[in-house]
Nanobody, 122 residues
């Protein structure tokens, strides 16, 4: 089992920045793919970004504004978010997958954090 805990969310004005972190514990594995998803009220859970051992992937709407990175020594994944927009407001979830490249499919991620709120005011 892998436990994931997100931190770093909060309220920010449009154009501002936030850095989300996801700390992994338990049976961690640096080869796991790690992803960030988000869910706004009344909407489905959407892919934001993912990082594998060799690549990073982004949803089109965040490309160029968000950066995903990982620190294997600290078992942590980060999501640096800049130029935030009101439409980025959502509950953000960290996820882990033992698959080589689970991509943007939530069903392919086995472990999930509880989620953390990001609110961007206009």
């Amino acid at each position: 089992q892998v436990q994931l805990e997100e931190s770093g969310g909060g309220l920010v004005q449009a154009g501002g920045s936030l850095r989300l972190s996801c700390a992994a514990s338990g049976h961690t594995d640096s080869t796991y793919a790690m992803g960030w998803f988000r869910q706004a009220p009344g909407k489905e859970r959407d892919f934001v970004a993912a990082i594998t051992t060799t690549n990073t992937y982004y949803q089109h709407s965040v490309k160029g504004r968000f950066t995903i990175s990982r620190d294997n020594a600290e078992n942590t994944v980060h999501l640096e978010m800049t130029n935030l927009k009101p439409e980025d407001t959502a509950l953000y979830y960290c996820a882990a997958s033992p698959k080589i490249n689970p991509g943007d499919q939530p069903a392919l991620y086995d472990y999930w954090g509880q989620g953390i709120q990001v609110t961007v005011s206009s």
